[in-house]
């Protein structure tokens, strides 16, 4: 699969199999993130990739209860090891970085023929208790990963016109 295909057919999946992910496929995703480009190459970053149960339970409930979170076989948290640390331009790099690395899986997972959703609704505190994660790093997101009830398909995503997002040489 190219990548225009592999941006074509991901989708925010929000409806999950009762199948597994193998480890093996979830590492070979999981080196495509690594490759990911950070500011300064710093790789300010974190993975916690979760599936127990118990755990995924937990997340459900720090994620307002959204359904799919309990019912993906793994949820991976992206966690930004530096969350202050501002590039030059004044931007956070560990969102930019922590967005970059987490849309690389989201395009390896479609090309693996696996669903993935970006998840902004969650507490935060809650979710770095839960996962253990020290209280000076940030989580970004929450991403389910598994494989999805329905296709992944081709069919139109509802976008702006091209003309409406791009300029040329000025606002």
């Known amino acids: 699969m190219e990548v225009k295909d592999a941006v074509e057919i991901r989708r925010s999946v929000r409806s999950y ?3 597994k992910v193998p480890r093996t496929i979830i590492k070979d995703i999981m080196e495509s993130v690594r490759m990911a480009p ?3 190459n710093r790789q300010d970053w974190k993975f916690v ?4 149960e118990t755990v995924k339970d937990q997340l459900y ?7 799919f979170v309990r019912e993906a076989p793994v949820v991976i ?3 930004a090891t530096e969350p202050e640390e501002m590039m ?3 931007v956070k790099a560990g969102t930019v970085d922590l967005s970059i690395a987490l849309d690389h899986l989201t395009l390896r997972a479609a090309e693996e023929g696996l669903g993935t959703c970006w998840i902004g609704a969650f507490d935060q505190d809650k979710t770095r208790e839960i996962l253990e994660i020290p209280e000076d790093h940030k989580v970004i997101s929450l991403m389910p990963l598994g494989y999805p009830k329905y296709d992944l398909t081709r069919e139109d995503k ?3 016109k091209l003309e409406k997002i791009i300029s040329y040489n000025n606002f």
């Open 158 to 160: 509802k976008r702006k």
């Open 61 to 67: 409930k720090a994620a307002n209860e959204q359904s």
């Open 38 to 40: 950070s500011a300064s």
């Open 49 to 52: 990739i979760v599936d127990e």
């Open 88 to 90: 030059s331009c004044g």
């Open 77 to 79: 948290a992206g966690v």
């Open 17 to 19: 199999r009762d199948e």
